[in-house]
């Protein structure tokens, strides 16, 4: 079903039990945050904070399960949209400008045609209340982490239009709230809103910018989805509702929005105005994304319904709310990748660790030599999937969700002098690994199974390397014990993890290597996976986050004689080369708002205790900052 508002959502979830509403205050400074980094993280319900401060109650993690993410798109289970999304990337994606007469010209897609956006003269409910001397102090803006720049509004749908072409988006850009009427706006260079921003500033012209917050939950989808520029995200939105969304003209501003939304924030951004200097902010990746220059958003006017919902959602260290959305977009887009780009494409997943553009891992249906390489080059350059740093294609009989058994699929089909494809090319401006802004290296991992002609030189048997676990590794140890280095061996799998300490020895990355290098009991096709040693060995899934964000696979992994490959994961502050860029620290809560946190649990209503994932996290954390200091000690 289709939703008008989040009120109509917010019955919903409260009638499937996957709402929990606190009626008591809590602030929207720290607190809001850290008991939905407690519940999100437990896999816990919605929650709806309905005593904030503000008349606006506060609806978050509300994406946060399969569930909810299944209602928020209008649909029983995720994998419903697959197969009916099939017709309407095939017809669309090559429409350019004439995108709309295809669509009617096109007997097939009359029952698409009729989930394409519509506009009303009328006004929309989202305008029942019509503030013109806007105050952005009435909103319930969280500030989430206790080193971000400000309070950030985290889930606006930002609508702009190219002056040139005409062609209009829905961006999903934070927001940081400078004071009553303005905010920075975070749209970064690679993304659509940036561009329609250069448009703007060649025209010459003040650029038209309308935010709306909340409505049918399925529009926050659609500004998140990876959709081509030529693509309306409405249209996504009204496929999967199957029902077209209605929209409104904007009082001081000529874009359009839907009639439904629950707050509309509308406004400009001057292309001649000074940047402003923006953040920092506790992002996705689970660092604090560092300070840099914004456009500014002036705003005109905020209207908004009589029952509206502010919603938000927080991000951090994985797994989190997002990760939802991201499962989402596996099964909705998997159809059209197949169609448009990959036909042998079966599956593909991003796991947390990789927080969405670290890894991605594709299985394919193999039918010649060569053809991992291919599917490889092909989606590096696709779309969004640009700013993925490792990427790794397997075939045969494997379950890519399940990691155990993935990564000793890969390890025994993946010949490590062979299959490794290093490149360099865009990355996310997020990412703080590479050596230059949003520009660093790439691995494609061929993992596929082999065929006769892609065997090795030495005529090995294609998939029957030898993966006997490894021997102890006393010599090792017993070398490198003045390094204060640790090992642990992965049960079941030819891995290797070890953490050092890089402040007190810059040398102990060398070390290791030379070491690893001399040492016999470290066969061929081991893999060696080092960390930080306050990175606790034993978890997998924090290491795995660590690694793949604190690398970039030209400059940190390396072939050692012998066949083995060691991955470099530590944090390059404390590297005995200088890192060129600043180091952001990770994110946690606070030790003051933990504790007040931990003594107001009861009297909130939240049920059984959870601890603060802050309490382990922060062992992660070097310094009081949002920034890692690089003095040794």
């Not at 919903?12 to 008591?24: A, M, N, V, W």
């Not at 707050?263 to 402003?276: L, N, T």
């Not at 802004?437 to 691995?443: E, I, N, Q, V």
Request: with cysteine; net charge neutral; glycine share 8%.
């Amino acid at each position: 079903m289709s939703y008008s508002g989040l009120p109509g959502f917010i019955t919903d979830l409260d009638k499937h039990s996957e709402l929990l509403r606190i009626k008591s205050f809590v602030d929207p400074v720290l607190e809001i945050t850290e008991i939905t980094d407690r519940v999100s993280k437990s896999g816990g319900k919605a929650l709806l904070f309905e005593n904030n401060g503000t008349k606006f109650p506060l609806l978050i993690n509300a994406f946060g399960s399969q569930k909810r993410m299944s209602m928020a798109i209008s649909r029983k289970d995720l994998d419903d949209p697959g197969s009916d999304i099939v017709s309407l990337f095939d017809h669309l994606i090559p429409g350019g400008h004439n995108i709309f007469n295809k669509l009617s010209s096109l007997p097939e897609l009359i029952r698409i045609s009729g989930f394409l956006p519509s506009r009303t003269r009328r006004k929309g409910i989202c305008q029942q209340i019509v503030i013109k001397d806007p105050d952005l102090s009435i909103l319930p803006v969280l500030k989430c982490w206790p080193h971000d720049g400000g309070r950030f509004i985290t889930l606006p749908m930002v609508h702009t239009v190219n002056p040139v072409t005409g062609r209009k988006n829905v961006g999903m850009y934070r927001m940081q709230v400078l004071d009553s009427k303005t905010t920075a706006m975070h749209w970064q260079r690679h993304k659509t809103g940036a561009n329609h921003f250069e448009e703007w500033k060649k025209n010459g012209s003040r650029m038209p910018v309308t935010v709306t917050l909340g409505g049918d939950p399925v529009y926050t989808y659609a500004a998140t989805a990876p959709l081509p520029e030529n693509i309306d995200e409405y249209i996504l939105a009204g496929f999967l509702r199957k029902k077209k969304v209605k929209l409104v003209k904007c009082i001081t501003n000529d874009l359009y929005v839907p009639c439904d939304a629950d707050i509309v924030i509308e406004g400009f951004v001057d292309p001649s105005e000074e940047m402003i200097w923006e953040g920092p902010f506790g992002d996705h990746t689970g660092f604090y994304s560092l300070a840099d220059w914004y456009p500014k958003f002036h705003v005109t006017c905020i209207t908004h319904s009589r029952n509206a919902v502010y919603p938000a959602t927080i991000v951090g260290i994985p797994p989190m709310e997002d990760a939802w959305l991201a499962k989402a977009t596996e099964k909705i887009f998997l159809a059209p990748l197949k169609l448009v780009l990959q036909p042998e494409i079966l599956d593909f997943h991003m796991p947390d660790a990789g927080t969405a553009h670290n890894l991605v891992v594709v299985k394919i249906q193999k039918s010649y030599p060569g053809q991992g390489r291919k599917v490889i080059n092909s989606l590096f350059g696709a779309g969004q999937m640009m700013f993925t740093k490792y990427l790794t294609v397997v075939s045969g009989e494997v379950d890519i969700r399940n990691y155990g058994e993935l990564i000793l699929h890969i390890l025994k089909n993946t010949d490590f002098q062979s299959d490794l494809l290093f490149s360099s090319g865009p990355l996310d401006v997020l990412d703080h690994s590479s050596d230059n802004f949003s520009f660093g290296g790439k691995l494609g991992i061929d993992g596929t199974v082999k065929m006769r002609e892609e065997s090795s030189v030495k005529n090995q048997e294609p998939g029957n390397k030898d993966l006997s676990p490894a021997e102890a590794m006393d010599f090792t140890i017993k070398v490198l014990s003045d390094d204060g280095i640790m090992f642990k061996k992965v049960r079941g799998l030819p891995v290797i993890m070890a953490g050092v300490d890089q402040k007190r020895n810059p040398d102990s990355i060398a070390n290791l290597k030379r070491c690893l290098a001399e040492n016999a009991t470290v066969r061929k096709q081991e893999l060696i996976l080092v960390v930080d040693h306050n990175v606790p060995l034993d978890n997998i899934a924090m290491a795995a986050w660590q690694i793949l964000g604190n690398t970039d696979p030209v400059r940190d992994i390396s072939l050692l004689p012998g066949g083995k490959l060691l991955i470099d994961g530590t944090l390059k502050a404390f590297s005995k080369s200088p890192f060129p860029r600043k180091w952001p620290n990770v994110v946690c809560s606070s030790a003051e708002t933990i504790k007040k946190i931990d003594s107001e649990w009861d009297s909130l209503g939240l049920g059984p205790f959870i601890a603060s994932p802050s309490l382990k996290n922060s062992r992660l954390s070097y310094s009081d900052s949002d920034e890692v200091s690089t003095n040794r000690i």
